[in-house]
């Protein structure tokens, strides 16, 4: 039962255009969103979050977007850099256990020049 | 520079064997998480502790797989006996709590024949 969902395996954008990540979740007591980011043979590390009081954050060229009634977020990239090509992947969890994430299966990214 | 150590980064086995696995958290972190990385499933919780005592381990298969921290200093996972679906990359973590971000080590990737 996957509780969070990340149905693009793989995304393709071009150098300067913006990325659009998106992740669906099903358990409706998520109340805080993560994003982390994965380079090969590194461990993810943590990129941007959202609570569930907002709507959106932003941090540079990141924008997180949560769609509560849709149970919904999606991270925003712009302008997109070659450096941003990693996998991504979107995590939930409660603020009762806000360390226990829950993560999706992640989105591998590639920003072609 | 304050980083989670794993070892090995790479193991190859073969099915039956035993197989353990070692975390070093972050000095000072109280909250070890250990994770498991499939194409399938994304990120998966096999278990974490906190203040070293084991607070949900419901993501592990009791039947051959155990996690323990003999001390404040080290986390290990343990496969006994090993099975090829066991191959995957295994993630240690650690956090402070209350709440604070996730921290990963780079993995060990385990290969079972």
């Known amino acids: 039962d996957q509780q969070v969902k990340q149905n693009s395996p793989s995304l393709s954008v071009q150098e300067g255009r913006i990325s659009i990540l998106n992740c669906d979740y099903t358990?409706?007591?998520?109340?805080?969103f993560l994003w982390y980011k994965k380079y090969p043979a590194e461990g993810p590390t943590f990129l941007i979050s959202?609570?569930?009081?907002?709507d959106k954050n932003e941090d540079g060229r990141f924008t997180v977007f949560l769609n509560k009634s849709a149970k919904h977020l999606s991270l925003h990239i712009v302008p997109s850099q070659p450096g941003d090509s990693a996998v991504y992947f979107c995590?939930?969890?409660?603020?009762?256990?806000?360390?226990?994430?829950?993560f999706g299966q992640g989105t591998r990214l590639t920003i072609n020049p | 520079d304050a980083r989670v150590t794993q070892t090995p980064r790479d193991k190859v086995t073969e099915m039956g064997q035993e197989v353990t696995m070692r975390c070093q958290p972050i000095?000072?972190?109280?909250?070890v998480f250990w994770y498991r990385q499939t194409m399938m499933q994304g990120l998966e919780l096999l278990a974490y502790?906190?203040?070293?005592?084991?607070?949900?381990d419901s993501g592990m298969p009791k039947d051959r797989f155990s996690a323990e921290m003999p001390d404040a200093t080290l986390a290990t996972l343990k496969i006994q006996p090993s099975e090829p679906r066991d191959s995957a990359v295994y993630f240690c973590?650690?956090?402070?709590?209350?709440?604070?971000?996730?921290?990963f080590g780079e993995g060990s990737r385990l290969t079972v024949l």
């Open positions: 995590a939930a969890a409660t603020f009762q256990g806000a360390q226990k994430l829950v």
């Open positions: 358990n409706s007591m998520f109340d805080y």
């Open positions: 959202i609570s569930s009081i907002k």
């Open positions: 000095l000072g972190h109280n909250t």
């Open positions: 502790f906190r203040n070293r005592a084991p607070l949900d």
């Open positions: 973590a650690s956090a402070r709590h209350p709440p604070g971000e996730l921290f």
